[in-house]
């Protein structure tokens, strides 16, 4: 039986959602594979069964919990380096934080793990909503018009047109998002992001748009797309609340709209999962105001967005096997590549004595 870690948690202010995702995937896959629950709590990796009861979450206490780390294909008990278990795939359900931003997926890359998320660029450049719409527009893909930002360049404010939305530019897809009416509630806002970022994203906020979300996947070489939800805010924008705690908003999906539209949607996030060469289960949402705007892309999205594929035949277990699959395949294609290089540069290298030329310095 293949040994699988979850790691979930981090430094993000969707910590708490992530542990829901990691728990729903431990449920679904213990049966097909030996399993760990690895929680990321304050730049440490935790261990331990009471990690299985949602009761140990609200008041968290590291008592009864071992502390571990990763290297060489292994995770390792904290104290005890000859007792590692090899990891064959560790499945990413951080959302934000490390589990977005591409550190824990440099983290597995370092330790020779494969994950199941995208890689440290992607992860990255899809985390900072500023560096995706630069992308978007290299790829010719329809995004809204934006603006930056950044402490000290409040005459942004002076040269926009309102109503505008603000993004604190690496958080996720609702938290510490604003409207600004006028460039006095503009000016405020953006300072109030600020404090959850050192840069804001400023879009034109659209009135009486639909909001469209659709996850996509691969599996043996082929692209996977789920269906397509509608998401009906009660409010300006989509936020923490009605995402996570049943606020006024509904969901409909398969979403009913035109088949054209359907079309359209597909071949977009097609076309955004191979030109970002993402990896994963990956959701992206949309906004459509009459022309249809990419709005974020989400690489390790909540609940990794099983249900939209629910339509298509596949549950979170099967899901998730698949995502394992994926990802030590890819890690099989990486360790077929020539990566080490034994040349004479080093043994030819000195510092200010004789050398035969090659790397001399008198440095």
Known sequence: MQNVVIIYGGKSCESEISVLTALSVFSSVKNQYAVELVY????????????????SYGNFSIRGLKTVTFMNGKMYRAGLPCSGKKIDCAVICCHGGEGENG??????????????SCGPLQSAVCMDKVFTKYLLWYFHLPTLPFRVYQKGEESVF???????????????SSIGISFAQNKEEGEKRGIEALAFDKKVLIEPALTGFREYTCAVFREKGDIVVGQIEEVISGGAFYDFDEKYRGGEVKRVYPAQIPIALENKIYRICKKIYECFEMKGAV?????????????????????????????????????????????????????????????????????GGKGKGIGKTDA
């Open 40 to 55: 990321l709590k304050n730049g440490r990796f935790f261990i331990g069964k009471k990690l299985q009861k949602i009761g």
């Open 103 to 116: 550190s824990l997926a440099g983290l597995m890359e370092i330790a020779d793990i494969a994950y199941t």
């Open 158 to 172: 002076s040269e926009i047109e309102y109503p505008v939305i603000l993004k604190p530019s690496s958080l996720g």
């Open 283 to 351: 959701r992206i949402d949309f906004l459509d105001d009459g022309k249809l705007y990419v709005n974020e892309i989400n690489a390790v999205p909540g609940s990794l967005s099983w249900y939209l594929f629910k339509g298509k035949g596949y549950d979170l277990a099967s899901l998730c096997r698949i995502l394992i699959e994926e990802g030590i395949k890819e890690k099989e294609s990486k360790d077929a590549l020539f990566t080490d290089f034994s040349g004479s540069v080093l043994r030819d290298f000195t510092f």
